[in-house]
């Protein structure tokens, strides 16, 4: 099955400072999510993007699915953007089921 | 705003009961998916439902059933709960069409079976 590698699996950063988290995956994909999984569990939606660039406040996230690989930029951080980051795909073909990667563990500190 | 809600937050159990688990969309989405979540596993997918009384196993269905009688309710059943079983289990839902929609996540039930 395709394999979905996320890098760097921990950082530690100060608050203000910026960050790029990096999703591999190894074979071509009609879906990829990313998400933040908060410390009580849930995963929040942070951008659904196969493809192109797109930008939310603080948060842009950027696909380019023809090399397999997609980036989530964190400007400005806060100790709230704290958790867990995980890339989700959907392997083309393989109807809806997602792919987790093993997800980047942020801390903020102050 | 999609939402999804799990029945419970925190559920104990013992071995052998049987568990349900009930998960309900407010989005009218036609996929209904199982997931659960485990320290170095991550996330692993248990069943999804496409459509109304439909259901697809996905990687670990083992020790698992799944009931969706209605469009907007999935349920998650532990026909004798086990030890190994012991996990964070978060339901989603999306669209279903051609191309994958957004999958959107319930909060999650953290299960202990002792």
């Known amino acids: 099955g395709i394999q979905v590698e996320q890098s760097p699996p921990d950082l530690i950063l100060q608050e203000g400072a910026n960050s790029t988290l990096r999703c591999n995956f190894s074979d071509s994909v009609n879906n990829l999510q990313w998400f933040h999984q908060n410390p009580w569990g849930q995963l929040i939606n942070l951008f659904y993007?196969?493809?192109g660039t797109k930008q939310n406040g603080r948060l842009s996230a950027t696909t380019v699915a023809t090399e397999r690989y997609s980036l989530l930029y964190i400007s400005s951080s806060q100790t709230t953007d704290s958790g867990v980051y995980f890339c989700a795909v959907i392997n083309t073909g393989t109807a809806s089921k997602l792919t987790f990667g093993t997800g980047t563990r942020l801390q903020v500190t102050l | 705003d999609v939402k999804v809600t799990q029945s419970s937050r925190y559920l104990v159990k013992r071995t052998g009961e049987k568990v349900f688990l009930e998960c309900v969309q407010d989005m009218d989405h036609e996929n209904m998916f199982w997931y659960r979540q485990d320290p170095g596993l991550g996330l692993r997918l248990i069943y999804f439902?496409?459509?109304?009384?439909?259901?697809e196993k996905g990687d670990i269905p083992e020790g698992y059933s799944v009931s969706r009688e209605k469009k907007e309710r999935f349920s998650l059943i532990l026909e004798s709960a086990s030890t190994n079983q012991t996990s964070m289990y978060l339901c989603a839902s999306s669209f279903y069409g051609r191309t994958p929609y957004e999958q959107y996540f319930g909060p999650g039930t953290r299960l202990t079976v002792t």
């Open positions: 439902s496409y459509d109304v009384k439909m259901k």
């Open positions: 993007i196969p493809s």
